[in-house]
């Protein structure tokens, strides 16, 4: 898959929302489906990060993006439901949803990780990704062509110490995965997969890996293949797959 070449237009006319736009993978994917002829419908948190991706997205002649400032935090199927409505009012359509928001506190033994980090843990990693998939299920029906990512954790595939509640959450991710591919597997026209990145040189691997030089792993830009071919029509036979981009 690092060889995959996209066609310039791979994307081109379609609509993508991307969680976690803001930063890190998310931000370098937005950038790339944008690059790749989507316009792209850019969530996360931070209002003001988000317009500087949107400046990006801009500046080298993208479709003109749309922002959305939400906290997955605090989701529910009310304010999930208008977000989609929304969606659907403005851009008129929906052919992807990339899920890389993401919310980690650190490495600690189980027995010092509280309740309420779990619960936070559970609402952004798995129940947010889940409800708001199904919030955007009838619009995504309607696309020729929908793809849905999740975004999954190594650790989430193979548990080890420390990893906690964040590791829990992406488990969930990756079973989430595969009952929604069995459920939607005469569907033709839409696929659900998760993708794994490994190790990424972003925020997230500056706190767990304090110590390493972000040199030494991989950078957002080097994962964009998986990210672009599963999101377009050439990944179109790939349903209910946990991905690996560096195995
Ligand atoms: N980097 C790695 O080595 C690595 C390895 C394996 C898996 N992953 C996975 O890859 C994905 C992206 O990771 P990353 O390293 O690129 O992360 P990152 O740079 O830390 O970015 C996280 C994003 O999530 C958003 N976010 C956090 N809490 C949110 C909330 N409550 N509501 C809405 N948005 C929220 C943040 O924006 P705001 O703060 O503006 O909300 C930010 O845009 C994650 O799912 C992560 O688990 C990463």
């Known amino acids: 898959m690092k060889d995959y070449i996209p066609r310039p237009d791979l994307l081109a006319g379609r609509v993508i929302l991307v969680t976690g736009a803001s930063s890190g993978l998310g931000r370098v994917a937005s950038l790339a489906y944008a690059r790749h002829g989507a316009t792209v419908?850019?969530?996360?948190r931070d209002e003001a990060r988000l317009e500087t991706v949107y400046d990006e997205i801009v500046a080298a002649g993208g479709p003109e993006p749309a922002m959305?400032?939400?906290?997955?935090?605090?989701?529910?199927?009310?304010?999930?439901?208008?977000?989609?409505?929304?969606?659907?009012?403005?851009?008129?359509?929906?052919?992807?949803?990339?899920?890389?928001?993401?919310?980690?506190?650190?490495?600690?033994?189980?027995?010092?990780?509280?309740?309420?980090q779990w619960q936070t843990l559970m609402r952004v990693n798995l129940i947010a990704p889940f409800a708001l998939t199904r919030a955007c299920l009838p619009l995504l029906r309607q696309s020729p062509d929908a793809s849905v990512i999740f975004t999954g954790e190594t650790h989430g595939h193979q548990p080890s110490a420390y990893w906690g509640g964040y590791a829990v959450s992406k488990s969930g991710v990756e079973t989430l995965t595969r009952i929604w591919a069995d459920e939607t597997g005469s569907e033709e026209n839409l696929r659900i997969n998760t993708l794994i990145p490994g190790q990424v040189a972003t925020t997230l691997r500056s706190r767990t890996h304090p110590g390493l030089a972000p040199e030494t792993v991989a950078s957002p830009n080097d994962l964009m293949p998986w990210y672009l071919y599963l999101m377009g029509a050439d990944s179109r036979a790939v349903r209910g797959q946990i991905v690996e981009c560096q195995p």
């Not at 052919?95 to 027995?111: C, I, Q, W």
Request: aromatic share 8%.
């Open 41 to 44: 419908a850019l969530l996360a």
């Open 68 to 116: 959305f400032p939400y906290d997955l935090a605090v989701a529910d199927d009310r304010s999930l439901d208008t977000l989609a409505g929304t969606l659907a009012h403005h851009l008129k359509r929906l052919d992807g949803v990339l899920h890389s928001a993401h919310r980690f506190y650190s490495l600690t033994p189980l027995e010092l990780q509280t309740l309420e």
